[in-house]
């Protein structure tokens, strides 16, 4: 037996009937028995131990080519990504040029006609095309981040709450 399991058994022949077996040569059988129970065990604990091994080898092999194949993937998909964004931000731009383009030729045209709840109204719409404008460079910064290191900065948390509240133009009772 090995680790509580019987793994075969030993038979004692006899070759001359006159003589019997003594305690001692029965104890040696035993010892003798254990210790073949015992390497039968270990071989087979051996070959299952190189069957994981040369298993678990392949299995690794497969998730390294997995892990090229997804990496190659999640590349392709950043190239794509960006590129998306860069044509994405430069399509976007265009009409806002031509939007901002026209509130100056409408103010420089009519400047002196217009009443000053209009001037501010075209100021507020060239504010808010910039704004815009820097929307999507902000998003084509964010596109790739993680893979542009940039050094932190403060930001002026003041300023960007008042540049959120002008964004929203709230009622001039709130």
């Known amino acids: 037996q090995a680790r509580s399991q019987t793994i075969g058994a030993i038979t004692l022949v006899r070759s001359d ?7 001692a040569d029965l104890r040696f059988a035993e010892e003798l028995a254990r210790r073949i ?12 131990a190189r069957n994981a091994e040369a298993q678990l080898r ?18 392709r998909s950043n190239r794509e990504l960006d590129h998306f964004a860069y044509v994405a931000s430069h399509d976007l731009k265009a009409p806002l040029r031509a939007i901002d383009n026209l509130s100056k030729w409408i103010e420089s045209d009519a400047a002196a006609l217009l009443p000053p709840d209009s001037q501010e109204h075209l100021t507020k719409l060239r504010g808010r095309v910039h704004r815009m404008e820097r929307l999507l460079d902000d998003l084509l910064a964010y596109s790739r981040a993680g893979r542009v290191q940039h050094a932190p900065e403060t930001v002026a948390t003041g300023d960007l709450v008042r540049s959120v509240y002008d964004l929203l133009a709230p009622p001039s009772e709130f």
Request: aromatic share 8%; net charge negative.
């Open 37 to 48: 129970a015992l390497a039968v065990d270990n071989a087979s604990l051996y070959n299952s």
């Open 58 to 75: 392949l299995l690794n092999e497969s998730l390294e080519d997995r892990v090229v194949e997804r990496t190659a993937e999640l590349e």
């Open 17 to 23: 009937r006159w003589h019997s077996y003594t305690e």
